[in-house]
C-alpha cells in the first residue's frame, strides 16, 4: 500500500523547486539592501516560548503540534517565526553587543488548521524583526520594507494598512471598553468568544466564526482609546511613511492575530486577479513586552512575516516572470559504453568551467539519449563517436540552430563557454 503525505503538508517537485529557490534569493537580495542579516532558529522549541500566559490567539490555544520527548520535556513545532528569534536574542545575549539587531528568516512553520489553498499545516514564512528600541522611525522603516518588498518582487496595487492599538495604558483602556460592549451580545456569539470576553476580548475581533456579526462590525475601534503618547508616537510614524511617500489606509480595525502585538500594526495587500476578499500577503507590528516576558531586558522591537506559498501563488496568478528554469549547458550523448569513462572526464572539465552538464546513466541507445538530452532542452549536444574519438574529436551541435561542428576534446570547455558567452 502507497504511503502518501501527511494532510496538510505538500511536495515540491524537480519542475518546481527553482521558483521556491528564485523567491528565497530575491529575499535575500532585497533585505540586504536593508541591512538585514539571517538567523536560523530550531523548528522545535520548549512549548513556553510559545505557550505564555500572556498569549491566548488561537494560533497558540488551538492550532499548535505539541509533543513530549523521550525525557518527557514538553515542546512545539514552532507556529511562527518571532519568538524563537527572541528566544534566541535573549539567550545569547545579543542585546549586549548590538543596540539594534536586525535580522530575518526563512523556514517551515506548523498550524493545525483547515488546509485550503494556499494555506497549509506546514506552510513556510519568510520574516524580518528589528529588536532593541521603540522608535517611529523604525516602525515606519519596516513598513516600507515590507512594502518596497512587494513591488520590487513585481506585484501590483500594493496597499499598506495600518492601525495602533496604544501602549499598555491605552490597550487596558481598550480591552475593559471592548468587554462592557460585548456583554450584552455575549449570547449571541460563538463559545470561544463566550471565554475570550474575560481573558482577552480583542481575540473576539479575530472570531472566524463570528466575524460577520453586528456586533463585532459595530465595535470600537482601538483609535478610540489611544492616549496622547500612543497618539503621537502613531502620527509620527504617519509622518515618516509620508516623508518615503508611501501611501496608507489607516483601518481602525486593525488588531492582528498575536496578543504581543502594542502600538503599531500593518497589513500589506496586493491587487491580484481571483484572490477576491484574500489578497493580505503579509503583516507585523510592533511588541514591547515580548523579550522580558522571554528573560530579556524591557526592549522593544518590530516584525513583519510573509507566507510564501501565497507569494507563489500571487505571483502566479499576475503572471508575473520573476524567474527562469536552469537549463542544461551541455548534454553528452555516448556512441557505445566503451566511451563513458571518457564522457565522465568531458563532463566533469565542463562543471569545473561553471557549465551545467549531464549524460544518460540508464543505457539507452542513441535515439534514447538524444530523446533525454532535448526533453531537459539541452543548448548544445556534444556527440562522442567512436570515429571521432579515434581521431581526438567530439561532434557539438547547436540545438537552435541545429549547426554542427567538429571539435578537439581538448577544446571543448573552451569552444562551449566562447559559444554561450555569445
Not at 112 to 139: M, S, W
Not at 175 to 199: G, M, S, T, V
Amino acid at each position: 500500500m502507497a504511503i502518501n503525505k501527511v494532510k496538510g503538508t505538500y511536495d515540491v517537485l524537480p519542475n518546481e523547486s527553482y521558483l521556491w529557490q528564485a523567491l528565497e534569493q530575491k529575499i535575500r537580495d532585497i533585505l540586504g539592501l536593508y541591512n538585514m542579516k539571517e538567523m536560523r532558529t530550531p523548528i522545535m522549541e520548549y512549548s513556553d516560548v510559545f505557550h505564555r500566559h500572556t498569549e491566548l490567539s488561537d494560533m497558540v490555544i488551538k492550532e499548535t503540534y505539541n509533543f513530549d520527548d523521550r525525557s518527557e520535556r514538553k515542546l512545539t513545532l514552532r507556529p511562527e517565526g518571532t519568538a524563537g528569534i527572541i528566544r534566541s536574542y535573549v539567550e545569547n545575549k545579543l542585546y549586549v553587543s548590538q543596540e539594534l539587531e536586525k535580522v530575518y528568516y526563512i523556514g517551515p512553520n506548523f498550524r493545525y488548521e483547515r488546509p485550503q489553498k494556499g494555506r497549509y499545516r506546514q506552510f513556510y514564512q519568510f520574516g524580518v524583526e528589528a529588536i532593541g528600541t521603540i522608535n517611529p522611525a523604525l516602525d515606519a522603516e519596516m513598513i516600507i520594507l515590507a512594502y518596497d518588498f512587494i513591488k520590487r518582487i513585481g506585484l501590483k496595487g500594493v496597499r499598506v494598512r495600518i492601525n495602533s492599538l496604544g501602549d499598555e495604558a491605552s490597550r487596558v483602556s481598550y480591552q475593559e471598553a471592548l468587554r462592557n460592549y460585548f456583554l450584552p451580545h455575549i449570547d449571541e456569539l460563538c463559545d470561544d468568544c463566550k471565554l475570550r470576553l474575560n481573558k482577552n476580548p480583542l481575540r473576539i475581533l479575530d472570531c472566524k466564526v463570528d466575524q460577520k456579526h453586528q456586533a463585532i462590525k459595530n465595535a470600537p475601534t482601538p483609535q478610540d482609546f489611544l492616549n496622547i503618547e500612543s497618539r503621537i508616537y502613531f502620527k509620527q510614524v504617519l509622518e515618516h511613511l509620508n516623508a518615503a511617500k508611501i501611501s496608507y489606509e489607516i483601518a481602525p480595525k486593525l488588531v492582528r492575530g498575536l496578543d504581543y502585538y502594542s502600538h503599531t500594526v500593518f497589513e500589506i495587500e496586493a491587487d491580484i486577479e481571483g484572490f477576491g476578499a484574500q489578497n493580505v500577503l503579509g503583516g507585523g507590528g510592533r511588541y514591547q513586552n515580548l523579550v522580558s516576558e522571554l528573560g530579556g531586558p524591557d526592549l522593544g522591537g518590530i516584525g513583519f512575516a510573509f507566507g510564501m506559498e501565497r507569494l507563489l501563488l500571487a505571483l502566479e496568478a499576475e503572471n508575473v516572470d520573476f524567474a527562469q528554469e536552469k537549463t542544461l549547458d551541455a548534454f553528452v550523448i555516448v556512441i557505445n559504453d566503451e566511451l563513458k569513462t571518457t564522457a565522465t572526464s568531458i563532463l566533469y572539465e565542463l562543471r569545473l568551467a561553471g557549465l551545467i552538464a549531464d549524460m544518460n546513466f540508464t543505457q539507452k541507445g542513441f535515439k534514447g539519449q538524444l530523446k533525454q538530452a532535448l526533453r531537459s532542452n539541452s543548448k548544445y549536444l556534444v556527440i562522442l563517436g567512436e570515429d571521432e574519438y579515434q581521431k581526438g574529436l567530439v561532434a557539438i551541435k547547436d540545438t537552435k540552430t541545429e549547426i554542427q561542428e567538429e571539435v578537439l576534446i581538448p577544446k571543448i570547455k573552451k569552444y562551449l563557454l566562447e559559444k554561450l558567452e555569445k
